[in-house]
Every structure is written in C-alpha cells, then in structure tokens.
C-alpha cells in the first residue's frame, strides 16, 4: 500500500512538473508576440508555403528546448558552469523577461530592431526560429531544470518542449490563413497575466540558485 502511494505521489508530482514547465515555456517562448514578425515575413508566399514554414518554425522551437534540456547543462557543467549558476542567471532573464510582458514592453526586451527588421524580412529559421522565440530566457530554463535521473522525469524533460512546439505551429497556421488574431486587449490581458506567472517562477528559480551555491543561506 505504501509502495502504490509512493508511486501516485512521484506520479502526480511530474505531471504538477510537467504542466509547470509547459505554462512556463509556452509564456517564454510567446508564439502569440511574433505573429506579426510571421505575417511580414511570409507576405506574398502562398498558404502552402505558409503552412510549411509554421511547421519548420514549430520543429526548430521542439527541437531546440529538448537539445538544450538533454544536453545544455552537460555543456556548461564541461565548461566550469555550476547548476546554481544556470539557475541565477537564468532566473534573472526571465524576471527581466517577465517585467517587461507586466509593463507592457517585452517585445523590446525580446527582440531587438535589427533582429525584428531581419526576421521580417523573410522566412528562415534565423532569426524567428531562433533566438526569437527559442531565445535565452526559454533555453535557460530547460537547462536548469531538465535533468533525467529516474523515470518519472522523462514526462517533464521531454513533453513541455513538444507541447510549446505544436503551440508555435498551430499559432503560426492559423495565422498563415489571416485570422486567428486576438484583439489587442486580450493579448496585452494574458501578456500581464503571464508576465506575473513568469515572476514568480523567475524569483523560484534564483532561489534555488542561491540555496545550490550558498549552502549556508538554508541553515
């Protein structure tokens, strides 16, 4: 009887992880803030094309989240980087990050004009792909938290940076038809609703930081 308990509990705690991660990413990554970045870039290409492109777009944020969970942290644990440190400084990106979505200001803390000049100006995975949407704060934080050491980290490592990928694509799609955009007030709504998430989870994480590298602050 303990063991099954045991095992619920482990089990609904990576789901709880899980959804964490996915709410995290999805509001780091911001598929909804670079809509118009996709509009402009594939003006003039057809629907297909469109599709096809939303598709990469989606891929490349999957794919680079899960790359920067797997193997992010081995790279900078080979260079010298401590995980509280990862933790620190990513946290503290993301605050920066979710300050500017409560203020109203994130795409220029998110994208720079250069880079929103040169992602408008065509499809290609550099720079929309990335480091706009699969950008700093985003990688940062599956580095910090994606480690595989028993079973029931596999569900939180693996699905959010899936789940933020078919988010990518499917917001892409539907813009690739012309619709699909929310009113300006609804998306300045969920970007405070989740720059407020986003603190909190930034101010989590910078805590863990400091608790790995200074010992003593827990004693």
């Known amino acids: 009887m303990k063991r099954e308990e045991c095992f619920m509990g482990e089990a609904f705690a990576a789901v709880g ?14 598929p909804l803030l670079a809509i118009p970045l996709f509009v ?7 629907t297909g094309f469109r599709y096809r492109y939303s598709r990469q777009l989606g891929l490349t944020v999957a794919v680079s989240l899960l790359a920067g969970g797997l193997f992010g942290l081995h790279f900078l644990n080979f260079m ?3 995980l509280g440190a990862i933790q620190i400084g ?3 990106i ?4 979710a300050l ?3 203020v109203a200001k994130n795409e220029s803390v998110k994208y720079t004009r250069d880079e929103s000049e040169d992602a408008a100006s065509g499809p290609s995975i550099v720079p929309l792909g990335i480091p706009l949407l699969a950008g700093p704060a985003a990688l940062s934080y599956v580095m910090a938290t994606s480690r ?3 079973l029931e980290d596999i569900l939180p490592v693996f699905l959010p940076p899936v789940v933020v990928g078919l988010t990518t694509w ?3 799609r539907v813009a690739s038809r012309g619709g699909g955009m929310l009113p300006s007030s609804v998306l300045k709504v969920i970007e405070r609703l989740a720059g407020f998430f986003l603190t909190a989870v930034a101010v989590e994480m910078m805590g863990s930081g400091l608790k790995a590298m200074f010992p003593s602050l827990t004693a």
Do not use: P
């Open 170 to 172: 499917i917001c892409f």
């Open 148 to 150: 595989v050491t028993t």
């Open 100 to 102: 500017a979505m409560v």
């Open 40 to 46: 402009a870039a594939t003006n003039g290409y057809d």
């Open 90 to 92: 990513g946290g503290a």
């Open 17 to 30: 992880l899980t959804l964490k991660k996915t709410l995290t990413l999805v509001a780091l990554v911001d």
């Open 94 to 97: 993301m605050f920066v990050v």
């Open 80 to 82: 010298g980087v401590s």
